[in-house]
């Protein structure tokens, strides 16, 4: 069986991590196929949207420690280098809009990754653990990077040194995450907010996640200059010029992601 399942559908990536029997846990396998599944989704133009989710009860439990223990256990070097840096790298340069449904519980790896995504929403039920202190590691795949930007730094140390749970209401309240829903609307809510990122203008979204990358680590006054530049190459899209036409004829504008 496929520790990923990729489908396209309306213009979504849909990708589902596929190991529920262990939560989804990462082995090497897994983490090499979400990352050619996330190339294959950033050359497809059918793809204007990705839809993260996994399978059965939990998200994803990050690493899956049997691979690092026992007889020939994996370096930690190669994991970092490997498998999980190259996914948030992706996720991060993806020119398209990427959506974590967290449907469960969000575990080291797993919930450090998806608050790489841009929009995190969750389940009811789900649940986000720092587990990394609780084994004697410390935070990897970009958390010491998202975390402090998302909840402070003084949330992020706590959350970080004590590996508490926190439910997906606790995490939506102190905006670690998008919002949370019900459990019975979770995934077509999910889905719903997907579809609608595959129908607007595919590259006004990924000028605006390339901005927002770059003020991770710039000054207003570049950020300003960085703007000034993205917005001009947005005006020569034919979305931009649809979208002016429709409001200025009163109707919705039909995006092609060019
Ligand atoms: C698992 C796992 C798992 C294997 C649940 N592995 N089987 C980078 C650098 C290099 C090396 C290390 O890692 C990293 C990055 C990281 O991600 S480090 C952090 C690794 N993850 C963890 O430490 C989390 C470990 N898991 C847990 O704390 C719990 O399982 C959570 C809180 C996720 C869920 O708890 P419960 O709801 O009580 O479920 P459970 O513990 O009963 O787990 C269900 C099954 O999934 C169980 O299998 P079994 O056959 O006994 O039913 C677990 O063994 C398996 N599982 N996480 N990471």
């Known amino acids: 069986m496929s520790t990923i399942q990729f489908e396209i559908k309306e213009g979504i990536g849909i990708i589902r991590l596929n190991r529920p029997e262990k939560y989804n846990a990462f082995i090497r396998e897994m983490a090499l196929a979400l990352q050619a599944t996330l190339d294959q989704c950033e050359v497809d133009e059918e793809v ?9 009860k939990a998200f994803c439990a990050g690493q899956d ?42 575990a080291g790896a797993g919930a450090n990754i998806a608050l790489s995504c ?5 389940s009811e039920h789900a649940s986000f653990i720092q587990a990394f202190s609780k084994i004697g590691l410390i935070p990897d795949s970009g958390g010491t990077f998202f975390l402090p ?5 003084q949330r992020a140390a706590a959350l970080m040194m004590l590996g508490e749970k926190l439910t997906a209401e606790e995490a939506a ?20 907010l997907a579809k609608q990122l595959a129908q607007m203008p595919t590259k006004a979204l990924a000028l605006t996640k390339q901005a927002l990358n770059n003020s991770m680590h710039s000054n207003l ?28 004829e009163k109707r919705n504008p039909s995006f092609k992601g060019n």
Do not use: W
């Open 118 to 122: 841009d929009i995190v929403v969750a």
């Open 173 to 192: 309240n102190m905006g670690m995450i998008y919002k949370s829903f019900v459990a019975d609307q979770f995934e077509a809510e999910s889905l719903k």
């Open 48 to 56: 204007r949207a990705i839809y993260l989710i996994g399978n059965g």
């Open 221 to 248: 006054f570049d950020q300003l200059l960085y703007e000034d530049k993205l917005q001009n190459i947005a005006a020569r899209t034919s979305d931009y010029q649809e979208g002016v036409n429709a409001f200025m």
């Open 149 to 153: 930007r998302l909840v402070g730094f």
């Open 65 to 106: 420690l049997g691979e690092v223990t026992g007889e020939n256990p994996a370096s930690f070097e190669v994991i970092l280098s490997e498998h999980y840096n190259p996914i948030i790298t992706r996720i991060r340069k993806m020119p398209k809009p990427v959506v974590c449904a967290v449907n469960g519980v969000a």
